[in-house]
């Protein structure tokens, strides 16, 4: 997997530049190549939702290696996504991420 990182270094060095130094420096685009991962999902129903929704940010190991969490703290995390990272899970697949984050990573 292969992430262009143009758009943020360049806005962080514009950011960054001290103001005596002149015109701010906007480095060139960074690409990072990340290795597979080959992990998938359980099955379950709400899987789909977490595909459309989650793995454009996230691997799918990263998420299954998060802690347990209730519902709530599950819910949380998902409203945190989308306000402060502006995530673009659509709101109709909320409740069906949240419900299938508890059932695979929910306190038991």
């Known amino acids: 997997m292969s992430i262009r990182i143009g758009y943020l270094a360049a806005l962080m060095g514009v950011l960054a530049g001290p103001a005596w130094a002149g015109a701010p ?48 703290a599950w819910a949380a995390e998902v409203a945190k996504m989308q306000a ?9 697949d909320v409740p069906a991420i949240v419900a299938y984050l508890t059932a695979i990573k929910g306190t038991k």
């Open 25 to 72: 420096q906007v480095p060139a685009s960074l690409s990072v190549n990340l290795p597979p991962d080959s992990r998938t999902f359980p099955a379950g129903k709400g899987v789909q939702a977490m595909v459309r929704n989650c793995t454009a940010c996230h691997s799918v190991g990263m998420i299954l290696n998060q802690p347990r969490m209730p519902e709530a």
């Open 84 to 92: 402060a990272f502006k995530a673009p899970v659509q709101k109709a």
